[in-house]
């Protein structure tokens, strides 16, 4: 079957464009193709890298084949030298321990890799020669703007977290470590740097990295570690710039969901700051052994109606604490409840043990020593089904692999 089969109408009309115009003969594109014995030595020496996770059977494969091809060579017309960027491609019937590696669960999938590094945010946008162009731009623009003045630094945006080094020499380990940090976590932080005498004040023991939070009136954090250890300027970068409790929003709602695991998400008001921070608090307290088995999010009431009416809520109702499984939804009976201690932390456990579901299905659990449980026994809780599953990769974008089991 010929691939111009598979196109819809735009992809379908540049696709012929390019082949009347002679701008694309398959397999021209400057694609590196990936296996177990080049992988790691490619994407190490690649500045920027993005790969290309595809099947040949699959039909969205097939249709992004030539446009990635196509970008691959507008964007080695910009950034020639391949240690820059790089375009890759694996294919996963053929290299399945590479899909498995990455946990690839849909074709095709675009990863970012930086110095070997793979981002946690892939490319989801559009499926176009321009668009995956602009991607790799933005991704080559510096993420770290330089401080002229240490004024500069008290009108700096307490609405958004910044981490700001202030060092002797810009051609110096330390900052390169720092650039290294910043690429990776630039859509995390605000990233700022001083240099020479403008950061001279700031260096009395050596160049220095500090941590600005949210907040006008919140103190400074300063990293005390070694600044040519990668990996822990990292880590500490991560955990100051990447919050216990994300917002979950339609732009990041489908990489949120694809992480896998539940949600335990606060509703609320946007301007409702006061309720926010104390489900921050309750979480550090009393879930922080939990990241990774569950996602911490908080949601605007206002732009997430849809899944508070699945709950019979309303944005008056808010603050609202809600688990979605990708299965049902669950609602923590009272907002009131949620400094009571340990009881945030019983409603996540309930759902790993399974006791929310097996209500659902058999009325409260016979074992509850809960005063009153036995006149309500034989009434079963009703919760409706996922709503923000919605949000995961659609069928139409995407061939999906596999479903996951949830609670």
Known sequence: MKLTSFLPAPELHYFTILLVTGLYTPGRGEITSLDTGNIDDVLNNAGVALVNFYADWCRFSQMLHPIFEEASNVVREEYPDTSQVVFARVDCDQHSDIAQRYRISKYPTLKLFRNGMMMKREYRGQRSVAAIADFIRQQKVDPIKEVQSLEEITTVDRSKRTIIGYFEQRDSENYHTFERVANILRDDCVFLAAFGDVSKPERFSGDNVIYKPIGETVPDMVYLGSLTNFDLIYAWTQDKCVPLVREITFENGEELTEEGI???????????????????????????????????????????????????????????????????????????????????????????????????????????????????REVASNPPESSFQKLAPSETRYTILRDKDEL
Do not use: W
């Not at 301007?271 to 879930?287: G, I, P, Y």
């Not at 944005?315 to 049902?328: E, L, Q, T, Y």
């Open 262 to 376: 539940p949600f335990l998400i606060l509703f609320h008001m946007k301007e409702d700051t006061e309720s926010l921070e104390k489900f921050q608090q309750e979480v550090a307290r009393q879930l922080i052994s939990e990241k990774g088995s569950i996602n911490f999010l908080h949601a605007d009431c206002d732009k997430f109606r849809h899944p508070l009416l699945h709950i019979q809520k309303t944005p008056a109702d808010c603050p609202v604490i809600a688990i979605d499984s990708f299965r049902h939804m669950y609602v923590f009976p009272e907002f009131s409840d949620l400094s009571v201690p340990g009881k945030l932390r019983q409603f996540v456990l309930d759902l790993h043990s399974g006791k929310l579901h097996r209500e659902f299905h058999h009325g409260p659990d016979p074992t509850d020593s809960t005063p009153g449980q036995e006149e309500n």
